[in-house]
C-alpha cells in the first residue's frame, strides 16, 4: 500500500502563490508518472500537471506559464508551485502517483491523496 499525502493548501488573495506538496510513503517498487488533479464544485476532477520520472512535464492550458511542477524522487516527493493564482484556480488538489509495486511487472497501480484545498480570493 501507498499513502500520499499533500499540504501546502490554504487562502490566497488573486495573483499570489502557493506551493503544494505531496510524499508518497508505503511499500512499493518505484514510482513512475506523477501528478496534481484539481477538482472545483460541481465540476469533473481535471488535469493540472504531470511530472513523469524522466522529468517530462505536461501542463494544462489553463495553468501554462503560471504553475510549475517537480519532484523529488529521493524523498517521493512531488511540488506544484503555483503563481498568479486566479478566483478560477480555486479547487481541492489532489495529488496522483503511478505506482509499481514489483520490479518484475510492468503494471502500475494509481493511489490518490486525500486532498488540500486552495481558496483564491478576488
Known amino acids: 500500500q501507498v499513502q500520499l499525502v499533500e499540504s501546502g493548501g490554504g487562502l490566497v488573495q488573486a495573483g499570489g502563490s502557493l506551493r503544494l506538496s505531496c510524499v508518497a510513503s508505503?511499500?512499493?517498487?518505484?514510482?513512475?508518472?506523477m501528478a496534481w488533479y484539481r477538482q472545483a464544485p460541481g465540476k469533473q476532477r481535471e488535469l493540472v500537471s504531470s511530472i513523469t520520472s524522466g522529468g517530462n512535464t505536461r501542463y494544462a492550458d489553463s495553468v501554462k506559464g503560471r504553475f510549475t511542477i517537480s519532484r523529488d524522487k529521493i524523498k517521493y516527493a512531488l511540488y506544484l508551485q503555483m503563481n498568479d493564482l486566479k478566483a478560477e484556480d480555486t479547487a481541492e488538489y489532489y495529488c496522483?502517483?503511478?505506482?509499481?509495486?514489483?520490479?518484475?511487472?510492468?503494471?502500475?497501480?494509481?493511489?490518490w491523496g486525500q486532498g488540500t484545498q486552495v481558496t483564491v480570493s478576488s
Open positions: 508505503g511499500s512499493f517498487f518505484t514510482i513512475n508518472t
Open positions: 496522483n502517483a503511478a505506482v509499481r509495486h514489483s520490479a518484475i511487472s510492468v503494471g502500475e497501480r494509481d493511489y
